[in-house]
């Protein structure tokens, strides 16, 4: 029976653990391609490409391999490395009966090591712990085994000690994958059930998933259902990685492969959702699917009023891409006409960000980010506010609230005391503090997400000396006691500095953003003043103080061409301010007030 010799895994690591260097080991060892044929694929997918092909996606690979006279197909399911992504790699990790827990162990356990193996937890995977880089001096096998016994609950004894580099004991853990992981079960006779665990947009070929059977069969022609949106689709074509691509006609129960089904748009085909067959559906769709949803909002703005078409254009390409990313026209009155943008998290909100001014070479400006809030009214309604200056008067508000994340830390035990500090600062609530080892401490903490929208990670990281890793996953949302912070210059309020900030920090808040302002805000030729109001209050004042001599009075009845040159260069100045009320600012000064809260 084919089924009983299929075995579906993933790998799950810390950034830099070693999931990638591994993953390519396992491909070479099971002689899909070798180390040639490796680099050479990485220029065919470009290639390929090119060429009207399909994007490759290099982890996710379908190997064979032979034990004991039987044919074994190991499906390795790749899992998205950040933490903006925990439900999706809950949902991959839903699609595989065990996975690889990698460690190294010359860093030991680090908070996505956990946030990880409780996601795999959670899914009753059998986890199999992988030790690796213990080809390297500074490697203690021992300490990073108590590590993962104490910080997860699992049993390290069967560990395997690897080198992913040099290729020590991949044999062990390509044994360990086909005795020690279940073979996936299922019904191939019943109605399709098959679970998408990753989308992406292919320039060619439209969207192109990948699905995990649990139940039934697919075929090339079959219409499918997308259960989400009862949407029908034809099978164009079926496929599976070597990590080379190589079309099949059919994916049976317990199989791993890849769907072309004509869809357009991303949003139609999200991970998580159930794919079924349109004349014979299945009544138990998977539970637990999302939308994609946006917690995470900031307002783009072309820098040049000239570029809000590219901007727009440019962000319909990313929106391909990344189901989402939501995107709608906004007008501000100190920026103009620009977006405002919703993103998954903070890392998706920094790459579309670098992504927009690296790839598309647009100049952007960023407001402070929001996060999503739910707002009871007085009139018993709820509403949903992403940008700050939406926020009704205080009057209208019954209360408001705010998601939640629950955070780990790992972080050396000297710096506990630090990072405590500073998780209170971030109105923390504590849940458990647990030393993993004598030296190296697990923090877990609920947050509010806006607490670590800004600041947060390069705080943590200065205080920790950069050793403390962190990672966090969504927990809901709760009341808080919140205001809305408006900032004035020269009396006339800034719609894009509003903030929404908890009345206990308000006062200090505003304080510092006053302060960033005086600092940033160049001498004009009138006196600029800076004030901070909240419910009808001002609480903070700062003012900067007039320019007092004129440009031009060095030059004065002197060398004409220098006067011009000098004249030019204000000129060009002026042409890089953005203005706000009646006085210019910089780019570099508006980010800066952007970044620091
Ligand atoms: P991301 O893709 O960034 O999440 O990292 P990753 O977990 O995939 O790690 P990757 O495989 O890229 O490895 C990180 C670094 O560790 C690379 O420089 C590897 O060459 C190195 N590395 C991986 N495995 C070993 C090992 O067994 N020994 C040594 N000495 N280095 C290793």
Redesign the pocket.
């Known amino acids: 029976d084919k089924q009983k010799l299929i075995r579906n895994f993933s790998i799950i ?12 080991r396992l491909i070479e060892f099971t002689g899909a391609l070798d180390k040639r044929e490796m680099k050479e694929q990485i220029l065919d997918n470009l290639e390929v490409e090119r060429k009207h092909g399909i994007t490759v996606k290099a982890q996710t690979a379908r190997l064979e391999y032979e034990k004991d006279g039987q044919k074994y197909i190991l499906n390795m399911i790749d899992t998205p ?1 950040h933490v903006d992504f925990g439900y999706e790699v809950s949902k991959s990790l839903k699609a595989c009966e065990g996975c690889l827990l ?1 460690v ?1 162990a010359t860093q030991g356990v680090e908070a996505q090591t956990i946030a990880n193996a409780y996601l795999a937890i959670d899914n009753d995977l059998e986890l199999i712990p992988v030790i ?5 001096p500074s490697a203690d096998i021992e300490k990073t085994k108590s590590e993962i016994e104490d910080a997860l609950g699992i049993d390290a004894k069967e560990s395997i000690e ?5 290729g ?1 004991n991949i044999d062990k853990v390509v044994d360990a994958i086909i005795d020690r992981i279940p073979p996936p079960k299922g019904e191939n006779n019943a109605p399709l059930r098959a679970l998408v665990v990753d989308s992406w947009y292919d320039n060619y070929r439209g969207v192109v998933f990948i699905v995990r059977v649990f139940d039934g069969e697919l075929k090339v022609g079959d219409k499918i259902l997308v259960y989400s949106t009862k949407k029908e689709y034809d099978v164009e074509e079926l496929g599976f990685f070597t990590p080379k691509s190589k079309k099949t006609d059919k994916l049976s129960t317990g199989e791993v492969g890849y769907v072309i089904a004509n869809i357009k748009n991303i949003q139609d085909a999200t991970v998580g959702d159930t794919i079924t067959l349109a004349k014979n559906p299945t009544d138990r769709p998977f539970e637990g699917f999302q939308k994609p949803k946006p917690f995470v909002f900031a307002g783009l703005y072309p820098l040049n009023p000239e570029d809000y078409d590219d901007l727009a254009e440019a962000l319909e390409k990313l929106q391909l891409n990344d189901a989402s990313l939501t995107v709608e026209k906004e007008k501000s009155e100190s920026l103009g006409f620009g977006f405002r943008c919703g993103f998954l998290g903070v890392l998706s909100m920094n790459i579309t960000r670098e992504r927009l001014e690296g790839e598309f070479g647009l100049d952007v400006v960023m407001t402070t980010p929001s996060v999503l809030y739910k707002v009871e009214l007085t009139n018993g309604e709820t509403i949903e506010i992403s940008n700050p200056s939406e926020l009704p008067q205080p009057t209208k508000i019954k209360a408001i609230y705010e998601p939640m994340v629950e955070t780990e830390i790992i972080t050396p035990a000297e710096f506990v005391g630090n990072i405590i500090k500073l998780l209170q600062d971030k109105r923390g609530q504590q849940k458990e503090i647990l030393y993993i080892a004598t030296d190296r401490v697990l923090i877990k903490y609920k947050v509010p997400l806006a607490e670590i929208l800004v600041d947060f990670y390069d705080k943590l990281k200065s205080l920790s000396r950069g050793y403390a890793s962190f990672d966090y996953e969504f927990s809901g949302f709760e009341a808080s006691d919140l205001t809305k912070l408006i900032i004035l210059i020269n009396s006339k309020e800034i719609d894009s500095f509003s903030l929404i900030v908890p009345k206990e920090k308000a006062y200090r808040i505003a304080r510092e953003v006053l302060k960033n302002l005086k600092q940033y805000i160049p001498k004009q030729l009138f006196e600029v003043r800076l004030q901070a109001k909240v419910g009808g209050k001002i609480i903070a004042k700062e003012t900067i103080g007039a320019l007092r001599k004129d440009v031009l009075a060095k030059c004065y009845g002197g060398d004409i061409t220098r006067k011009k040159k000098l004249l030019e260069k204000q000129k060009e100045g002026k042409k890089k301010l953005k203005q706000l009320g009646n006085v210019g600012i910089s780019k570099e000064a508006f980010i800066k007030l952007v970044e620091i809260k």
Do not use: F, Q
């Open positions: 690591a810390h950034i830099d653990h070693g999931k990638s260097t591994l993953a390519d490395g990698v190294d690796n880089k213990i080809d390297l690897i080198s992913a580099k040099s020590l």
